[in-house]
């Protein structure tokens, strides 16, 4: 009698498990190629990018490291590469080892301005950053991400080239080293578009 009630709750327990291989086989089925579809990552970033080429760059004014203020607005007649970052995203750091000599020497004595701010990050971080890496370059500082967030609401390193207008002209996400050529002949094309302009008024 026990070996036959053992019997039937052994055969009970292995219906109820083809019947829950059954339900999952079937779920399976029903999904694509027998996965959860993925997100284009194309469409992805851009549906987090808030400005885009064409559009008025959003007005913001920033905390620099040095204690200083730097609003975008007060900038009018320069080219700016607005620049988020942080300390703990590695292509950000691969990007920053490029600026020096590929974009703030390559543009000195222009009316250019290369502008990091570094995204929802303490002073005391980037602070500590700064002196691990010897950068001495201008950094804004924004914490709260308030300035970050009108520009876009995930994703970093994230560059904005903004014309003497005020206009952004390009904006990009991520570090490739051809797209970071791109950028360079960008803000050469802007600044001379810039130049040209003031000598025909």
């Not at 019997?7 to 027998?34: D, E, F, T, Y």
């Not at 001495?136 to 207008?165: H, K, Q």
């Not at 360079?184 to 130049?195: D, K, M, S």
Request: aromatic share 8%.
């Amino acid at each position: 009698m026990a070996i036959r009630k053992h019997h039937r709750k052994s055969s009970r327990q292995l219906w109820i498990m083809l019947a829950l291989i059954a339900v999952i086989a079937a779920v399976i089925a029903l999904l694509p190629n027998g996965a959860e579809p993925e997100p284009q990552p194309a469409d992805e970033l851009e549906a987090t990018t808030l400005v885009h080429a064409g559009e008025e760059a959003p007005d913001f004014s920033v905390g620099m490291f040095d204690g200083s203020t730097v609003t975008l607005s007060e900038l009018r007649g320069k080219v700016v590469l607005l620049n988020f970052w942080a300390t703990w995203c590695p292509p950000c750091r691969e990007e920053l080892t490029h600026v020096q000599s590929d974009i703030i020497d390559r543009f000195a004595g222009r009316d250019f301005l290369f502008l990091p701010v570094s995204r929802g990050e303490s002073r005391q971080a980037v602070a500590a950053f700064r002196q691990k890496t010897g950068y001495d370059f201008p950094m804004g500082l924004d914490s709260t991400r308030s300035v970050y967030d009108r520009y876009a609401s995930n994703y970093i390193p994230r560059n904005f080239l903004i014309d003497a207008e005020g206009k952004v002209v390009t904006a990009t996400i991520g570090f490739e080293p051809e797209e970071f050529d791109e950028l360079i002949r960008a803000i050469e094309a802007t600044l001379a578009q810039a130049e040209q302009n003031r000598t025909e008024e």
